[in-house]
């Protein structure tokens, strides 16, 4: 470090790496180096402030040793990709306006020049890039006026002047009231408060609410969402309260706005975030509140690389910060649901919809024997057709995207695999192509069976764009709305069917997933299920967890305005104690149920549970490398299994397997994750053998 720079953790530094230099972070400073090594000097710092301050830097450090994943990697996640590459931590110029140059600079024949011109100066508070381009103008325009000193530029302030009248905070019903006095406010320290709010009571008011009366003008708060898809809706309600206080922060964001958001989070400004799941780790100075909607949603678990959980590294930020956490949620996962059984979290109840609204009646239909039209039975169009005669929409819920997710040869049995993974692709009428929605291997969709080119070749089961087909003949007058991730790719899709939705002219809304989280959707009364029996008898031990979630989050799209709902719920196994129980509608009462049940096995959360994967050019080498790990694993009070091929052996073409680390006492799991990760750290291994490790894992195949 050389004597002219002062430098602390947490800071960018530029050094020399080989023959280049590279973008490092400072991570401890005043150490001895070792004995016979140079050290080569650092080039310099881009700014004398640490990019991620002490508080943020202790709480990737601890997300690097809890998560067992490299440091450099966790700390170089909280940055935006512009300063991970060097950029200096300041916006790019971005306003321009007029400057005092005379216009006789330019030629006779510069109309659009002049043109630019006149248009910035009816504007004296300059305007940005993006909407003089917008304007008709081009950047190339803006770049001659520049250099002929008629135009000036600044840096973006990133502080859009706030509505002249903000708007008061919501009204609350009794029962949302009664339910936010009970959240302790930021100047009690930590707090942890699990509200368990069923669907349509009015969640989001109460996060209004509570910000708008807890929060002052120098704080800052984070509201994280599982889905980018549902930060616009968020964003807007939460407009229409704070003003430009809010900024979001997603994956969909350009560089740009990624550096600008981060920003006015590292200095300062009195922001609130509504971010997805990496908002979590961003350079906060003035955290006051921590809200994690939809807490229950897998979504928060990083499925590759850094894989933390952004619902717990929340809760222990706001551990940190000294602050409060709200996970809000209808169906809360069980392990929140364990921590405010256990005292470590508070339990909130909201058990009434907002305003007139009242939980919908959810009935089974059993339809085996039944005929199926595309997946739905007689009574099942019937309901839609009474549903859009009265003048209402209707939801159908179809948890797989594309046609089919089978097409198969009806002479000689034929189905079409993935060359490169251990499963089936799925038919996309509208592009005919055959998807893996596993490694997107694709390939050009066929009409005759590829084995004996028999013309028997047909689709095999429901997806979106099939059921969307048979709702479009059954009901041509009406619009078949479908919402998955193949529908909403383009930027600005989600919007466009969401407005036409909120119409509340008559449609039928055909999706998956997507459709289950925090929408709302007043004019929907009716909806339909279409099989409910997948996660009933899957290996995975969350899977009854995540069918009940998921079918009560569908179910609660329905009744949110002055008309009832109704849910219709189509199986094959109507006498099924959990789909019996679901009609009753309280979830606490089923979650009570299967956390019983995995007391008795053991498992999380009366466990603790990491999974070291292992992939390989071949299955032989991804077990061999766990073989060795299961002795080292096996030590007093750790239970090993396996090791086993993973559900899906093979996905783009690379062989998995995985050994699964159980132990009543975590900080002893830790230990021992930490000992094989140093160990493995150490070994030498073959080329093309990859491994990490999962700790409190969402999926166990």
């Known amino acids: 470090m050389p004597d002219h720079l002062a430098l602390q953790p947490g800071q960018r530094v530029s050094i020399p790496f080989g023959r280049q230099s590279a973008m490092g972070l400072v991570v401890e400073t005043g150490v001895e180096p070792p004995a016979g090594i140079e050290l080569k000097s650092v080039y310099s710092t881009p700014e004398p402030w640490p990019a991620l301050p002490p508080e943020t830097f202790r709480l990737l450090s601890w997300a690097s040793d809890y998560y067992q994943h490299p440091l450099g990697e966790c700390l170089f996640t909280a940055l935006p990709p512009a300063l991970r590459r060097g950029r200096p931590a300041a916006e790019k110029p971005d306003t321009w306006w007029r400057a005092a140059g ?18 910035l100066r009816e504007r004296p508070a300059g305007a940005p890039v993006s ?53 302790p406010g930021p100047d009690g320290g930590f707090s942890a408060s699990l509200l368990f709010g069923i669907t349509g009571s009015g969640k989001t008011e109460l996060y209004l609410h509570y910000l708008k009366q807890q929060l002052d003008d120098t704080s800052q708060a984070l509201v994280l969402v599982p889905e980018i898809n549902l930060t616009p809706q968020m964003v807007a309600r939460f407009r229409r309260y704070f003003g430009h206080r809010i900024v979001v922060w997603h994956s969909a964001l350009n560089d740009g706005e990624r550096l600008s958001t981060w920003l006015k989070i590292r200095n300062g400004e009195p922001v609130i975030l509504i971010g997805t799941r990496s908002a979590v780790l961003l350079p906060f100075t003035h955290l006051k509140t921590i809200i994690v909607d939809e807490e229950h949603d897998s979504s928060y678990k990083q499925g590759e690389g850094f894989r933390y959980s952004g619902r717990d590294v929340a809760v222990y930020r706001a551990h940190l910060n000294q602050c409060p956490v709200i996970l809000g949620s ?8 364990h921590n405010a059984l256990s005292g470590k979290y508070r339990l909130i109840r909201l058990e009434e919809r907002a305003g007139n609204a009242r939980p919908p009646t959810i009935s089974l239909l059993d339809i085996r024997s039944r005929p ?65 929605h596993h490694c997107d291997y694709q390939t050009a969709a066929t009409e005759h069976c590829p084995k004996c080119q028999s013309e028997a070749f047909k689709p095999v089961g429901q997806g979106t764009e099939r059921t969307e087909d048979i709702l479009a003949a059954q009901f041509p007058d009406t619009p078949v709305v479908r919402v998955d991730r193949d ?20 449609c039928i809304l055909v999706g998956t997933q997507m459709l289950a989280k925090g929408h709302d959707f007043p004019n929907v009364t009716l909806v339909v299920v279409v099989n409910a029996d997948g996660g009933l008898f899957s290996i995975d031990f969350r899977a009854p ?22 849910v219709l719920v189509q199986t094959c196994h109507s006498d099924h104690p959990i789909l019996k129980s679901l009609c009753q509608g309280h979830y606490l009462t089923l979650a009570d149920q299967l956390l019983a049940e995995r007391e008795s096995g053991q498992f999380p959360p009366f466990r603790a549970m990491a999974i070291f994967r292992a992939e390989a050019d071949t299955m032989a080498n991804s077990l061999a490398l766990l073989d060795t790990l299961k002795p080292k694993a096996s030590v007093t009070g750790i239970e090993v299994w396996g090791p086993l091929p993973a559900l899906i052996a093979r996905r783009a073409d690379r062989h998995r397997a995985q050994l699964v680390l159980c132990c009543d006492n975590r900080k002893r799991l830790n230990q021992v994750l930490a000992h094989l990760c140093q160990d493995l750290d150490q070994q030498k291994l073959p ?13 166990t195949g």
């Open 330 to 337: 209808a169906t809360p996962s069980l392990e929140s649901y």
């Open 102 to 119: 005379l216009p006789e600079a330019l030629s006779a024949n510069a109309h659009r020049q002049k043109a630019l011109l006149t248009w």
């Open 487 to 506: 529908s909403t790719q383009r930027k600005g899709s989600i919007q466009g069917i969401l407005k036409k939705v909120n119409t509340g002219e008559p």
């Open 372 to 436: 199926l039209e595309g997946g739905l039975s007689r009574p099942t169009l019937q309901a839609i057709e009474k549903c859009l005669a009265a003048g209402q929409q209707a939801l159908v819920f179809v948890n797989r995207r594309g046609f089919a997710p089978v097409m198969m040869c009806f002479d000689c049995g034929h189905m079409v695999e993935c060359p490169r993974c251990d499963t089936r692709l799925t038919y996309h009428r509208r592009d005919r192509a055959m998807r893996c």
């Open 687 to 699: 080329s093309g053998l990859k491994w990490m490790i999962d700790v409190d894992p969402q999926e």
């Open 131 to 183: 909407a003089i381009v917008a304007a008709g103008f081009t950047r190339e325009q803006i770049r001659t006026l520049h250099q002929k000193a008629l135009v000036e530029e600044c840096a973006a302030s990133g502080k859009a002047p706030d509505p002249a009248s903000p708007t008061p905070g919501p009204t609350l019903s009794p029962a949302q009231q009664a339910a936010a006095d009970q959240i």
């Open 545 to 566: 967890e995540q069918l009940i979630q998921t079918l009560l989050q569908v179910s609660g799209r329905a009744g949110r305005g002055e008309k009832p709902g109704h």
